[in-house]
């Protein structure tokens, strides 16, 4: 949906409609956490980038593949907006999308600028993943 609106200038509800008209049976539990996270990573969009501006040193956003962009888009937007999603949750499903989607260095691209921006933010899954995170003060 992010790849439509920003390759195609789609406007966003359009984006999501036909998305979802092209793969009904797909995911319908998960439905709702994409639509929003689609409309939030748009509203969000210039803090968004910001983080993965300040995290992705010597890659201009500009540069980036348009999946890998956006697939950190995604992730960035879950590590300031979702408090209650575990860090590695949001890493684990940002690099499986990035690696299923983008390039033979996706994976690694992303896992490195969203733990980046995690580590920015103080973000850890002390109290929030099964697995407390070692050194975490």
Known sequence: MLFAVEAGGTEVERAI??????????????????DS??????RDLEKTDEQIKKASQNWRLERMTRVDRNVLRMGAW?????????????????VEVAKRF???????????VL????????RSDVGGGSTPASGAS
């Open 17 to 34: 409609a036909d998305f979802w008209a092209e793969l009904p049976a797909e995911d319908a539990e998960g439905r709702p956490y994409a």
């Open 78 to 94: 879950e590590l300031l907006e979702r408090a209650d999603v575990p860090r590695a949750v949001i890493l684990d499903e940002a």
């Open 37 to 42: 996270l689609v409309r939030g990573v748009l």
């Open 102 to 112: 983008g390039t033979e260095e996706s994976g690694a691209f992303v896992n490195g």
């Open 115 to 122: 733990d980046r921006i995690a580590e920015n933010l103080g």
